[in-house]
């Protein structure tokens, strides 16, 4: 009985945690005021690698940058 009231509400949204995490952190950077904004708005943009294993071994790094959606 307790279990059904503590689901939270992105998860009864249909959200996973990261894309209410990533909407709320948009919604928060978007309030702050000049100069702030910019830096935050800046350190938006994320940026990492990928590496498939064949045989037991990395294979060559790929590069990738994900930004959010605007």
Do not use: Q
């Not at 978007?30 to 294993?53: D, G, M």
């Amino acid at each position: 009985m307790a279990s059904n009231a503590a689901v939270p509400f992105w998860r009864a949204a249909g959200m996973t945690y990261i894309t209410y995490s990533n909407i709320c952190a948009n919604l928060v950077r978007n309030c702050l005021k000049e100069p702030y904004k910019t830096e935050a708005l800046s350190r938006e943009k994320v940026h990492f690698s990928i590496s498939k294993w064949t045989d037991g071994k990395p294979e060559k790094p790929t590069l990738r940058s994900d930004s959010p959606e605007e």
